[in-house]
């Protein structure tokens, strides 16, 4: 099993900055790719930002040029940082890991508890 620990989620105003950390561990060989996802009130959970083992990175175009994900891999966490939030940032985030594991020939796919991010207009 894999256990992915969020951190980092809070209260902002508009156009400030937030940081969101998230480690894994567990039964791990080799992760594959870690993202964030977030999930407003009333909406689907949607892919924010995603970086793979070995370094390339993918975002929600909402986000792009005001978000960077990055990556410890010698740690597996990985980090968010979040400028010129927005209202409509305001939402729940996972981090997701896709890992193959340690026990056998196999992959999981596990997602944190969440944390809360709020931008205040």
């Known amino acids: 099993q894999v256990q992915v620990v969020e951190s980092g989620g809070g209260l902002v105003q508009t156009g400030g900055s937030l940081r969101l950390s998230c480690a894994a561990s567990g039964s791990i060989f080799k992760i594959n790719f870690m993202g964030w996802y977030r999930q407003a009130p009333g909406k689907q959970r949607e892919m924010v930002a995603v970086i793979t083992s070995g370094g390339s990175t993918n975002y929600a175009e909402s986000v792009k040029g005001r978000f960077t994900i990055s990556g410890d891999n010698a740690r597996n966490t990985v980090f968010l940082q979040m400028n010129s939030l927005k209202p409509e940032d305001t939402a729940v985030y996972y981090c997701?890991?896709?890992?193959?594991?340690?026990?056998?020939?196999?992959?999981?796919?596990?997602w944190g508890q969440g944390t809360q991010v709020t931008v205040s207009s």
């Open positions: 997701n890991v896709v890992a193959d594991s340690s026990l056998g020939p196999m992959r999981y796919n596990s």
